[in-house]
């Protein structure tokens, strides 16, 4: 069955540190796509960052890199130089296919990030 | 519009009443879809749309949940007869076809919080 894991219910890092959110999958398929997603208070998902399963590079967009380790099925956020307004729940997802080629995100728990000043 | 848009932001409701979620998708879009999102949980799949026809209602969590999707833009999600465990943020996704199997990222609405007294 497709699954996605984030161990970490709750993360603190200071500001201007680095940090990294786990995140770990399951699935059958060959190709798939993996997605980061930050919801601040305010309720909206934004997206960040994306990796396939077939990229050779890992994934950076700003201060957003995914350290993909394939063979491990986890796509870690790593989040570099923390800023207050990171502040923010954060969900790992998954692209699964479903019967006609359709497809759907399926998300992990989350992850609540405090950055401390 | 410029962005996907739901509508209302709150709903506070009886329980044994009905309700009526609406979105607004991305202007373009073919694909829709409607995650509930419990209060501190990650987001959980309702159903998704393909133009005016859902090929997976798999998500929808009783015969008191239904949506319908007309024009292949707007749709409406409801609920009757309301219990107090439908409190939840609903919220309404929308991309561009829905077909790409990895790469499409959904665009997110706010959603509606509703309350269920």
């Known amino acids: 069955a497709q699954k996605i894991t984030q161990t970490q219910p709750g993360m603190f890092v200071q500001e201007k540190e680095a940090v990294t959110l786990d995140c770990t999958y399951d699935t059958s398929d060959q190709s798939y796509g993996l997605f980061w997603y930050k919801q601040p208070s305010s309720g909206e998902m934004i997206f960040l960052i994306y990796q396939g399963s077939y990229d050779e590079q890992n994934a950076t967009e700003g201060r957003y890199s995914l350290n993909f380790q394939k063979a491990r099925k986890s796509a870690n956020l790593v989040i570099s130089a923390s800023q207050l307004g990171d502040s923010a729940m954060y969900f790992c997802?998954?692209?699964?296919?479903?019967?006609?080629?359709?497809?759907?995100?399926?998300f992990g728990a989350g992850t609540r990030l405090a950055v401390h000043p | 519009g410029a962005g996907v848009s739901q509508s209302p932001s709150n709903k506070v409701t009886e329980k044994g009443k009905d309700v009526e979620l609406r979105c607004d998708p991305i202007?373009?879009?073919?694909?829709l879809y409607w995650y509930r999102q419990s209060l501190g949980q990650g987001l959980e799949f309702l159903i998704y749309?393909?133009?005016?026809?859902?090929?997976?209602k798999s998500g929808l969590p009783s015969d008191r949940f239904s949506a319908e999707r007309t024009g292949g833009s707007v749709s409406t999600l409801t609920i009757q007869r309301t219990q107090q465990e439908d409190s939840a943020v609903y919220l309404c996704a929308s991309s561009k076809t829905g077909q790409d199997r990895v790469k499409e990222k959904l665009f997110f609405g706010s959603g509606t919080q509703l309350s269920v007294l």
């Open positions: 749309f393909q133009g005016n026809s859902a090929p997976d």
């Open positions: 202007s373009g879009h073919t694909a």
């Open positions: 997802a998954m692209r699964v296919p479903f019967s006609g080629g359709y497809n759907k995100l399926i």
